[in-house]
Nanobody, 115 residues
Framework: QVQLVESGGGLVQAGGSLRLSCAASGRIFGIYDMGWYRQAPGNQRELVAT???????MYADSVKGRFTIVRDGAKNTVYLQMNSLKPEDTADYYC?????????WGQGAQVTVSS
């Protein structure tokens, strides 16, 4: 069993910054990727960013140049640094870990960006 706990969400004005953290614990063995998705009210969940065990990153076009995903392998933690936030970034952000053909999800962190 794998547990993911997100933190760092909140309310911020447009143009501001937030950093989300996701700590993974439990039976984590081998190679796994981690990432962030988000879901705004009335919308489908969408990919924000992913990072492989080797540090290869991928970003949604909407966040490129503004968001940075980083992982700390020693701590089994992944971070999402969000800069130049826009009101359209408002959503629940979910951490995910892909291991052994299964995707684990966190409980979500709410991010609200006011205009």
């Amino acid at each position: 069993q794998v547990q993911l706990v997100e933190s760092g969400g909140g309310l911020v004005q447009a143009g501001g910054s937030l950093r989300l953290s996701c700590a993974a614990s439990g039976r984590i063995f081998g190679i796994y990727d981690m990432g962030w998705y988000r879901q705004a009210p009335g919308n489908q969940r969408e990919l924000v960013a992913t990072i492989t065990i080797r540090g290869r990153t991928m970003y949604a076009d909407s966040v490129k140049g503004r968001f940075t995903i980083v992982r700390d392998g020693a701590k089994n933690t992944v971070y999402l640094q969000m800069n130049s936030l826009k009101p359209e970034d408002t959503a629940d952000y979910y951490c995910t870990l892909a291991l052994g053909g299964y995707d684990y999800w966190g409980q979500g962190a709410q991010v609200t960006v006011s205009s």
